[in-house]
């Protein structure tokens, strides 16, 4: 039902926000090397402001209670990232009406995939979150699609799809974003926002196996 769903999404959060209250100074660390040292520090100020309105979003319907964590990251993380990550939720949990199920799950993860390179202009290959989120979303429907996977299978192979990005990240130079500034410097340092995708479509899977 309606009601489990928005009970897995709070559970989906809880996760989502103690993963990056732990990877918070490893994801700043990454954004030193890169960036300006605040990634971490940024998704670890919106989630938990997310989280805050817990009780708030346990009375929504699952497209309203999505909308408000895109719309709360918008206003709580700032940056390239608040936008990027805020904006495409924000947009895509439009797709979850009605609750989750094969269907609105893969429209979600298009429209996710969609909104944010159409914000971001980026592709894959500019050393971005882009690189995580890009075979991640291919991976997923396919896995649906093609191969018939229930939807914790596809999102188990979506998670791989999603590491491999990020290795993927590593020998590049930026295209976008601040670490476009570098050149050649950014070459062999992961992406801050890919790794962070990374985390969240993680903690996505341990809720969906939980
Ligand atoms: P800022 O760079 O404003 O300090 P953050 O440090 O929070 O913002 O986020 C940086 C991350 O944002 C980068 O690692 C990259 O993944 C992502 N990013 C930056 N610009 C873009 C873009 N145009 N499209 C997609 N992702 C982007
Ligand atoms: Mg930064
Ligand atoms: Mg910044």
Excluded: W
């Amino acid at each position: 039902s309606e009601a489990d769903d928005v009970e897995a999404l709070l559970d989906a959060l809880d996760r989502i926000g103690e993963r990056l209250h732990d990877e918070q100074a490893y994801l700043t660390e990454l954004d030193s090397r890169i960036g300006d040292a605040d990634h971490g520090n940024n998704l670890a100020r919106g989630i938990s402001a997310v989280t805050e309105k817990r009780d708030d979003l346990a009375g929504m319907a699952l497209n309203e209670a999505v909308k408000t964590v895109g719309t709360t990251l918008i206003s709580e993380v700032g940056g390239a990232a608040g936008p990027l990550y805020g904006g495409s939720i924000m947009s895509a949990a439009q797709e979850l009406d009605g609750g989750l199920d094969d269907e609105t799950a893969l429209a979600f993860a298009e429209a996710y995939r969609e909104k944010l390179t159409e914000r971001g202009g980026a592709r894959p290959g500019d050393k971005t979150m882009v690189d995580a989120v890009t075979p991640a979303v291919h991976t997923f429907q396919r896995a649906v699609e093609e191969d018939d996977l229930a939807l914790v299978d596809a999102l188990a192979k979506a998670v791989d799809a999603a590491r491999r990005g990020v290795a993927y990240t590593v020998p590049l130079r930026a295209s976008k974003g601040r670490a476009s500034y570098l050149g050649l410097r950014a070459v062999g340092h992961r992406d801050p926002g890919a790794t962070s995708t990374l985390f969240v479509l993680e903690e996505l899977l341990a809720t969906a196996e939980a």
